[in-house]
């Protein structure tokens, strides 16, 4: 296998449900090459967000390690403290069902600033959102509200603002969760397309087998462990 970009092993994670604990995790591992495809399948409350939120370091395993390789080196020196988390979350391309955009500021601005944040110079993060939103087709929407544009469009700006900081892997929990049948396919099209052209890497969490299919390796999260 070519040089895993993010390793993690043996994670376990357990929540407080009444006066019993809910083991969630129970051990599951994951290895993932660079430039490659892994979806990972799941029934409804299987433990999916809370292992990629746990691989995107927005929450901490009870135990386990969660390695991603040479992320800390492309930041710049210097950088520490809460700026250096949100440097490292935006090197971490993450796109959530519900999109999470900022509302009050435009798609162009929304893309630009996941740039910044992860240390580019002013100029280059608003060149690298112009193009990826022309890349995702919404160089005509670069100036509009998140409200202004339809779930489909709103997934576009979210997918450009993941690949704004050029990660080495994305992170997708169900994006075409909130879209109708069709735009979702060509949301999971356009995002593996993204990724294949640029060699970045996809987990991607998805109930949708036809959009499964389409990854390099296909995983399923059951009873605490993937498989
Ligand atoms: P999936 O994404 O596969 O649907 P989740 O990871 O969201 O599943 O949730 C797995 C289980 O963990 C569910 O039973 C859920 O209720 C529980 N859970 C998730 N996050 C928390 C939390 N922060 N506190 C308590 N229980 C949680
Ligand atoms: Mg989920």
Redesign the pocket.
């Known amino acids: 296998m070519a040089a895993p970009i993010l390793e993690a092993r043996d994670l376990h994670k357990a929540?407080?449900?009444g006066d019993r604990q809910?083991a969630?995790l129970r051990g599951a591992s994951l290895r993932v090459a660079t430039g490659e495809s892994v979806s990972i399948r799941?029934e409804?409350?299987?433990?999916?967000?809370?292992l990629l939120n746990l691989l995107a370091g927005l929450d901490a395993p009870d135990s386990g390690t969660v390695h991603w390789q040479g992320l800390a080196a492309r930041l710049r020196p210097g950088v520490s403290g809460g700026a250096r988390t949100r440097a490292l979350a935006s090197l971490r391309g993450i796109i959530f069902q519900s999109f999470y955009l900022i509302p009050e500021i435009d798609a162009l601005a929304n893309v630009r600033l996941a740039g910044a944040i992860c240390g580019l110079p002013r100029k280059e993060a608003a060149a690298r959102a112009r193009e990826l939103l022309a890349r995702v087709g919404l160089s005509e929407r670069t100036r509009h509200l998140p409200a202004q544009l339809s779930g489909g469009e709103r997934q576009r700006v979210a997918i450009a603002r993941a690949l704004v900081a050029a990660p080495p892997l994305i992170l997708a929990d169900e994006p075409t969760g909130n879209l109708d049948e069709h735009t979702g396919d060509a949301v999971v099209e356009l995002l593996l397309n993204l990724c294949r052209e640029r060699q970045t890497g996809l987990v991607l969490v998805t109930h949708n087998p036809a959009h499964a299919a389409k990854c390099a390796r296909q995983l399923t999260l059951h009873d605490g462990l993937l498989a």
């Open positions: 929540f407080a449900s809910l969630v799941g409804s409350g299987a433990g999916k967000s809370t």
